[in-house]
Every structure is written in structure tokens, then in C-alpha cells.
């Protein structure tokens, strides 16, 4: 057996106890009873080709998540070495972490109609963290309206180009009409949040394309020299001109006084 692992190098023994029994990869080790053939013969056959693996108690092993999990992957997928940001805590299927200025313009383009909130955040700022909490509440009783979380601390630039120098800080858009409105609010002043949901939330069918971002919004991204962001201008349609109609001179003729008109004159003749 010794030779087994000396050679082959596949194990490290990580909380070996004699008392107790140690498992791995589907067969089992117990004190004193070593079949060296039938470990030799699984060993080789196995997939670890050289690679670390690591010994768990009873009750890990039984565990289902951690069965035939690789220590990385278990680290990837939040298994363990993982501790979620507060701002990560809570999240609803409607509230989406903006990743850059291009994700922003086309998440509120294709949000259509829809009501969308963007939420400009930062972890350092105590107000934001105590106001998350209540924004996962209201994202979770109001699935149709969508939610988009901006991290100022990561996109600042974004945000200078936005103007949004004061957090936390709240925009609302839907459809053609585009910014609805937008304003500070903090755990304290949550009802003005509410009022401004309670007002733009009700259904209503937009004419034209979406908007999103104002055009000056859109042009500020695209001059930020920081952001990797491109927009085109649309173009400025000329006003119809005014067609001239060209007015006939019609022949005049004299007019004829009338009777009246001739007393008088005859009168002040006389």
C-alpha cells in the first residue's frame, strides 16, 4: 500500500483520525484491513490523474454537495470561500447588476414599456445599505417592474456622465416617454419612493420607440473618454419649407355708386 501511494502520489491526507473512517471517491479505507490488490486496481482506474484530493469526515461525505466536487469548483460556485456582498443579499429575478454604459442603454431599450428603476449605489455608503433591504422587498411585490442596480464605486465616470453625484440616487423610465423622474431618497424618506412607484407603476401603452437615456445623456457617454461607448447622432430633420402661392391679380373694375351715394354727392353739388 505504501508503495501504492509513494509511486502513484495521488493523496494528501487532510484530518486523518484512526478512529474514524475515511471515504473517497466511492470506496472506503477502515483501520487495519488495507485489500492492497483492490485499492492498487481502483486507484489506477481512477480520474484524478496526479491531482490533490482532499479527505472528508463522515458527515461531509454524506453531504451531497460536496460529493465528486473538485475544491475549485466548490470555491466557484459559492460553496465555500464565498461570502455575498450586502448589496448581492436579497435579490429578486427582476433586479439586474448594470455592468457598463452599453448595458444600461440597452437594458432600458429593451425593457419596452415596461417601468424601470435604476438604482445608482455604492458599498461604501451607509444609506444605500440600509435602504437595500426595502428595494428587494418592494422589486419582489412588483415582478413587472424591472430593476437595475448601477455601482457607482465601479463606474463612477458613468455616473459623472450621468450626473448623479449624490447617493443614493433614483431614476425612473418607461417607453417613449423616457425619464419619468428621478431623486435622493433614503431609508428615512422611503414614502416618497413609494409615491413615485405608486404613480408611474399603472399600464400604459407608449407611442413610438422607447427612448431610455435622454440625447444629451447619450452624447455625454459617448464624448467620456473612460467609457468604451459609441453613439451616433441622429440626424436633425430640416423643417418643411412653406411653399409660396403665387396670388393673381385679378382685372379690377370701378364701382358704381350707389343711389344713395349719388343724392349725396348731387346734394353737395347744389
Not at 105 to 114: C, I, M, P
Not at 193 to 218: I, N, Q, V, Y
Amino acid at each position: 500500500m505504501a508503495e501504492v501511494l509513494g509511486k502513484t502520489n495521488l493523496f494528501t491526507a487532510c484530518n486523518y483520525s484512526q478512529g474514524k473512517n475515511q471515504e473517497f471517491s466511492g470506496f472506503r479505507l477502515k483501520k487495519n484491513t488495507f485489500p492492497f490488490l483492490k485499492v492498487k486496481s481502483q486507484a489506477l482506474r481512477s480520474g484524478f490523474n496526479g491531482q490533490r484530493v482532499v479527505f472528508l469526515d463522515k458527515n461531509s461525505v454524506n453531504d451531497t454537495r460536496f460529493r465528486l466536487v473538485p475544491l475549485k469548483a466548490q470555491m466557484q460556485n459559492g460553496l465555500i470561500g464565498k461570502n455575498p456582498k450586502w448589496w448581492e443579499k436579497g435579490v429578486q429575478l427582476n433586479m439586474k447588476e448594470v455592468a457598463s454604459a452599453q448595458d444600461l442603454v440597452d437594458s432600458l431599450f429593451n425593457a419596452g414599456d415596461k417601468l424601470v428603476i435604476v438604482d445608482f449605489f455604492s458599498p461604501g455608503c451607509g444609506g444605500c445599505k440600509a435602504l437595500h433591504p426595502k428595494v428587494c422587498q418592494l422589486a419582489e411585490m412588483n415582478p413587472d417592474v424591472q430593476f437595475l442596480q448601477v455601482n457607482h464605486e465601479e463606474h463612477k465616470s458613468m455616473c459623472y456622465s450621468l450626473n448623479v453625484h449624490v447617493l443614493p440616487f433614483f431614476r425612473f423610465y418607461r417607453g417613449a416617454e423616457g425619464r419619468l423622474c428621478s431623486f435622493s431618497c433614503t431609508n428615512a424618506t422611503i414614502k416618497k419612493f413609494r409615491d413615485a412607484l405608486a404613480k408611474h407603476k399603472p399600464d400604459r401603452s407608449s407611442l413610438g420607440p422607447t427612448k431610455g437615456l435622454d440625447e444629451s445623456e447619450l452624447l455625454a457617454l459617448a464624448a467620456n473618454k473612460d467609457l468604451s461607448f459609441e453613439y451616433t447622432p441622429k440626424p436633425v430633420q430640416p423643417a418643411p419649407e412653406k411653399v409660396a402661392v403665387s396670388e393673381e391679380k385679378l382685372p379690377t373694375t370701378p364701382l358704381e355708386p350707389k343711389e344713395s351715394e349719388e343724392k349725396t354727392l348731387v346734394g353737395a353739388g347744389r
